[in-house]
């Protein structure tokens, strides 16, 4: 079974604090995925990655960067936590191919990040 | 933009009864990938069923199934014979052509379901 494991669960930090949420894929994907999940607003795209130190921006980068530094590994950092950053935040990973068929990502268990 | 909309927050079903769950998406891609995610509570996501756009067929997996009704953009699931381990939040999502650093799934704002005993 594919296993995506996350940091922590639960996480409370304090505003202006550097945050790191580290993702941890065991099944050699080569797409690892950031999202942030809010009552109302489904998951929104952070950053995504597609290859070791290769990262591109998702829908809502503002705030976040990434760092891939070995292939089963993917970080996101707030580099100065603000209270509008409290959420729960999923890391997603999946295969690829190269071709045109699409394989599922398969997502971690979540941090909820408490920002005070 | 691609856009994916659920427009019932909240359901709610009797065990063993059949509920349908809504969901339409925007696009003017004529191959795509669209999917129902479920995110019980306290657990991970996990994949339910996916419908590729070219597939006429409705996709099907044991007691989901999918009306996939593209000239309309609708997706809704079926959940039959509905249990208490159905109960979560469901996500729609879509997804456009290309590969590789495209694999970009769009969600929209989920459905929570809830199973009456």
């Known amino acids: 079974d594919v296993k995506v494991t996350q940091s922590s669960r639960y996480l409370v930090k304090r505003t202006g604090e550097k945050v790191f949420l580290e993702c941890v894929q065991d099944?050699?994907?080569?797409?690892m995925f950031w999202y942030r999940q809010d009552p109302g607003l489904g998951l929104r795209l952070i950053y995504f990655s597609y290859d070791v130190k290769m990262k591109e921006k998702g829908d809502i980068p503002e705030g976040y960067s990434v760092s891939r530094e070995k292939k089963e590994r993917f970080s996101l950092i707030l580099e100065s936590a603000s209270t509008n950053q409290t959420s729960m935040y999923l890391c997603a990973s999946s295969f690829s191919s190269g071709s045109f068929i699409y394989y599922e990502q398969y997502f971690g268990p979540g941090t909820r990040l408490t920002v005070t | 933009a691609q856009t994916v909309t659920q427009s019932q927050p909240e359901m709610s079903v009797q065990e063993a009864e059949t509920v349908t769950l809504s969901c339409t998406y925007d696009t003017s891609e004529s191959d795509y990938y669209l999917f129902w995610y479920k995110q019980p509570p306290s657990r991970q996501m996990i994949l339910v069923i996916r419908?590729?756009?070219?597939?006429?067929q409705n996709a099907t997996e044991n007691r989901f199934s999918v009306n996939f009704q593209k000239a309309a953009k609708s997706f809704s699931l079926k959940i039959s014979d509905s249990q208490l381990g159905d109960a979560a939040m469901y996500f729609c999502?879509?997804?456009?052509?290309?590969?590789?650093?495209?694999?970009?799934?769009?969600f929209g704002t989920g459905t929570l379901l809830a199973v009456q005993p």
């Open positions: 999502a879509y997804k456009g052509p290309g590969h590789g650093a495209t694999n970009k799934l769009i």
């Open positions: 099944m050699d994907h080569e797409n």
């Open positions: 419908q590729e756009a070219y597939k006429q």
